[in-house]
């Protein structure tokens, strides 16, 4: 299974995915958590120690492996260059394990834009398509907040997305976006999780304006959550919300079966 979580900026897609991720590890899931969000330390979230963090390489930096596959010179990337890169054996040579789950870590493509084609997007973005996965393995991919990824392509071959929406117009805009995008690259069914509610309007507000059989679950506002995102914390230390996306995790486990 290869989960991408979506949505607006800030909604809470990587307190998320690190919990997710977590959870599958510790059901005994071969767990690939991709951060492909430059914003983000997934790591840090996944609670990664420092020494183990300080030392990760994104992908997207690792010059000479960028050129060894596209065939490209180090220095100065030419305009040829190979668009199939070998990518099967990145995982497992270039993951970094900590707490049962693989992450990898992407980076950013600094040349970027909505139409990139250089080698390193190249790469980035057959291995996102190319993660193999055997039965027990899940793939948990922290996105890029909005939609423009989608329109690069880097979601290929994720088979399903979950988008975190929080109780704010922007962030169900985003939502709706999301849908219409994944539904153009043939996903016909999105899920959503209402996350920073306070309160049984917040709950009515979300469920008004999506689907309401898209809603996985719900995630209180929790301020012992924000208090987390420090070294050598993570939100999976904090028993409530880790129970509550447990609770979301068995409706998408049903959902999937
Ligand atoms: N349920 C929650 N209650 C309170 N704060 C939360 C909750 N979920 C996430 N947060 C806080 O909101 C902030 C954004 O969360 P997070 O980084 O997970 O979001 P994101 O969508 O990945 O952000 P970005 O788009 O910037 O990568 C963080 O400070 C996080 O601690």
Redesign the pocket.
Known sequence: MKIA?T????????????ILSRLYAAEGYRVLAVDA?P???LAL?LGFPDEIISKIVPIAEMKELIAERTSTPTDSFSKIFKLNPQVDDIPDKYCTCCNGVNLLTMGTVESGGSGCVCPEHVLLKRLTSHLVLQNKDVVVM?M??GIEHLGRGTAQGVNTFIV?VEPGARSLQTYHKIKKLASDIGIPKIYAVG???KNDLDKAYILENIDPEACLGF???????????RPDQS?FMNSK?VE?VKAIKLCFDLEKR
């Open positions: 979580i949505g607006k900026g800030g909604v809470g897609k990587t307190t998320f995915a690190a969000d914003d983000a330390n979230a922290d890029e907040a975190v996350n920073k509610i995630i209180s506002y929790n301020v012992d959550v924000v208090n987390s995102d939100p919300i509550e």
